[in-house]
């Protein structure tokens, strides 16, 4: 019964081997191309003949139709957008009624009662990701909605984090990019102009780090890395974008704004799932067990953080691998 299986599922077999492998060379090829000049250099007078009026017109055309959502879309989302409205209002209406409490559940979860609504929606998508991409197989324009509304929860939530004015300010200003950008990728920004956008967008976060660092030298303060940073990412922006590799300057912009959102999201997480250990060994349940009272409770306490610390700096990690 072996043999016959085999002889019966080997041609397929040989078929599918042979497209992984034509996948493999074509996604080489495709990662080579992000290295390939693919545009003109913003020095040459072809350039600017590409900025004529059917340029624009085509833009604006691909947008009108982009950003209208199917007719259906709401009959058939509306379970998901129903379950998601209800977990969100559950989950805001525990956030403030936790909130009027005289003692939190974890110092570390404060941060969430003084933005009950934002907390409820960062909980609720944050869920629905560990099961799925909630961003998956929906309209763009929708799945831009999506996005928007999370930054700004995370925006919301990440004033109570970082309490320095420096630092909040460089968040909303990365996020504000990010949120840009990404818009203009979904509504299908010409080359050129997404070209044009890249290089004063690098010529504007260049000229930003640059105050920044003396400003900080000003006042003897020790810059920020991560200004250098996005220094040194915005010269090597608009060197790439001035001369003509668009893809390249694309996606090292992209990299590197997710790159910053994850870093600081992760923050936000560690956070939360440190409070969250605090909570469930503070509880008398816990307490009783036998092995918590032969490790002891603080003991466990800093071992099952460091486990859970491990768990997502991993799979942080997966994700830059994949960025």
Not at 213 to 239: D, M, N
């Amino acid at each position: 019964a072996l043999l016959k299986a085999q002889q019966k599922y080997s041609p397929a077999l040989e078929v599918v081997t042979s497209r992984l492998s034509l996948i493999d060379k074509t996604m080489a090829s495709i990662r080579m191309d992000s290295f390939r000049r693919n545009t003109f250099s913003l020095f040459e007078a072809d350039y600017y003949r590409q900025l004529d009026r059917e340029l624009f017109d085509s833009f604006f055309k691909g947008l009108s139709s982009g950003i209208r959502l199917p007719d259906d879309f709401f009959k058939q989302r509306a379970l998901d957008i129903a379950l998601q409205f209800i977990s969100l209002s559950i989950i805001f209406f525990l956030l403030v009624y936790r909130k009027k409490q005289s003692k939190a559940l974890a110092e570390e979860w404060t941060f969430l009662f003084h933005r009950p609504l934002a907390g409820a929606i960062f909980i609720t998508w944050s869920a629905m990701a560990t099961w799925g991409n909630p961003f998956e197989n929906v309209p763009l324009l929708w799945r831009l909605l999506m996005f928007v509304i999370m930054i700004i929860a995370g925006i919301r939530l990440l004033d109570s984090l970082y309490p320095q004015r420096l630092v909040r300010r460089i968040i909303r200003f990365i996020a504000v990019i990010f949120v840009v950008t990404q818009a203009l990728q979904v509504f299908g920004l010409p080359t050129p102009l997404m070209q044009l956008y890249q290089a004063l967008l690098c010529a504007t976060v260049l000229t930003s780090c640059w105050r920044l660092i003396h400003s900080c030298r000003r006042k003897e303060e020790k810059p920020w890395f991560g200004i250098y940073v996005g220094g040194i990412v915005a010269v090597v922006g608009l060197t790439t974008s001035a001369l003509g590799f668009a893809t390249l300057t694309t996606n090292l912009i992209v990299a590197t704004l997710s790159s910053f959102i994850v870093i600081v999201l992760l923050k936000m997480v560690l956070h939360l799932a440190s409070g969250g250990i605090q909570a469930f060994m503070s509880s008398a349940w816990v307490k009783e067990r036998h092995f918590i009272q032969t490790l002891g409770v603080e003991e466990a306490t800093n071992k099952l953080q460091f486990l859970m610390r491990i768990v997502v700096l991993v799979n942080a990690g997966l994700y830059f691998l994949v960025v």
